[in-house]
């Protein structure tokens, strides 16, 4: 029962904890029909509350323990053999984050992200460069696409990228359960699929946004301009422009100071993030107008390049804005680790990798429309932030979620878990001894 002051508090916010049950509710019931079964639908709804627990390990066995299940099996099914549409769901997430943030100026932002692991048998898994770490890690990375506008972003869409390690490896692949379609492609071809889904899907968006990974890539730029969208997309320095038959650093020195423009490309934790900004004009044979974008940290004198196009003429705030929402993918890398285990899945196989991915996106998409919706019903009190997405977990995991878990479950699982152990440590014995 509430206390006097809980319930003063809760009318003063109008915080409405059984709203945010009937959002769930309502998402659950939307992906129900992609599900064989009952009992994989709730256990991938159990998942997903998992997700959004204050946990602070997020994983099949840290779940099934919170849910009161006796052995993490049937989430470990459901997440491996049981019979559901997992591109139907990812369908469905897009379909969702779309609708709730619908904005004809939407940015499409790509990025690729690393998880460190150990071993090699985990699908994707060797030794390559990774930005989480910052240097080369045995790592599994994969391609995300954020959807963000100007009520909100989140991740709705991604790829596992496979080295060519193990695309040349029938043996590997088999053992991985790789699809047998599946074969090599670099990163930009992944954010490539990726982007022509969410377009031929009808998703709303004017631009493309990427780091230099995705803006060297001449065949993504070129499909872009062929689909009507335009792009803002990092470059390295030494990105050549063959129509101005120079490097894009030559074109950009020597332009007058009175050429620059402060502008701000959004807001960060600590105000706007204001920049010294240069735009000029190529002189090209394409379609539409393009650009060589530079933006220059005052303080540091830092230079970062830009190209960019789009179909119809823009202003350079404009191209700032786009140019500063591809952080947004950043912040939801940041959100989905943090919040709902992206990067905590313990899972080998190319199928449970992805069900795995597509329930924390799932997780995510619903706490980033519920804040917005929350924004849009409760006014922010003078004195304080607005609420936040990791504020809004926090809440929904202390005012709506059960513990189911008993003294026979807790001891249970202490039981089933030394009986693992001692099984998994009886196999590494015997496998030592038959290597010596």
């Not at 939407?106 to 048998?121: F, H, N, P, R, S």
């Not at 993918?329 to 199928?351: M, N, P």
């Not at 008993?406 to 001692?422: V, Y």
């Amino acid at each position: 029962m509430k206390t006097k002051r809980t319930a003063a508090l809760t009318a003063a916010f109008s915080i409405d904890p059984d709203r945010w049950l009937d959002e769930f509710g309502a998402l659950m019931d939307r992906i129900r029909p992609r599900f064989a079964r009952y009992e994989s639908a709730r256990h991938a709804a159990g998942l997903t509350l998992g997700l959004l627990s204050n946990l602070e390990r997020k994983n099949c066995w840290t779940i099934a323990e919170q849910r009161g299940d006796v052995t993490p099996y049937g989430l470990q099914h459901m997440l491996s053999r049981a019979s559901w549409d997992e591109d139907g769901v990812a369908a469905d997430v897009r379909d969702y984050v779309t609708t709730a943030f619908a904005d004809a100026d939407a940015v499409l932002v790509v990025d690729e992200t690393g998880d460190l692991k150990k071993g090699v048998a985990t699908v994707g898994v060797q030794r390559q460069y990774t930005g989480t770490a910052g240097r080369i890690e045995n790592s599994q990375v994969a391609v995300y696409l954020t959807y963000a506008g100007a009520r909100g972003h989140a991740l709705i869409d991604g790829r596992l990228y496979l080295p060519k390690s193990w695309t040349e490896d029938p043996g590997k692949l088999a053992r991985a359960g790789v699809p047998d379609n599946v074969e090599f492609a670099t990163k930009p071809a992944l954010a490539l699929e990726m982007i022509a889904a969410a377009l031929d899907a009808g998703v709303s968006a004017s631009w493309v946004a990427g780091d230099e990974v995705y803006g060297a890539d001449s065949g993504l730029r070129s499909v872009c301009r062929d689909q009507g969208i335009g792009y803002v997309l990092n470059v390295a320095c030494n990105h050549h422009v063959v129509t101005a038959g120079c490097r894009v650093d030559a074109l950009a020195a020597g332009t007058p100071a009175s050429a620059w423009q402060r502008l701000s490309a959004g807001d960060g934790s600590k105000g706007p993030r204001m920049y010294s900004w240069l735009r000029i004009d190529i002189n090209s044979a394409l379609p539409g107008h393009e650009w060589i974008m530079v933006r220059r940290n005052d303080s540091t004198g830092e230079l970062a390049y830009y190209r960019c196009w789009s179909p119809r003429p823009v202003s350079l705030s404009a191209l700032v804005g786009v140019a500063g929402r591809r952080w947004t993918i950043e912040e939801s890398f940041q959100a989905a680790k943090g919040q709902a285990g992206l990067d905590e899945h313990q899972v080998r196989t190319w199928t449970s990798w992805r069900r795995w991915v597509i329930l924390s996106m799932l997780a995510m998409a619903f706490l980033a429309v519920t804040c917005a919706n929350e924004r849009d019903h409760t006014p922010t009190p003078q004195g304080l932030i607005p609420f936040t997405l990791n504020e809004i977990r926090r809440l929904f995991d202390r005012l709506t979620l059960t513990r189911t878990a008993t003294d026979d479950t807790i001891w249970a699982w202490s039981l089933w878990r030394r009986k693992h152990q001692a099984t998994a440590r009886s196999c590494h014995y015997r496998r030592r001894s038959e290597q010596q």
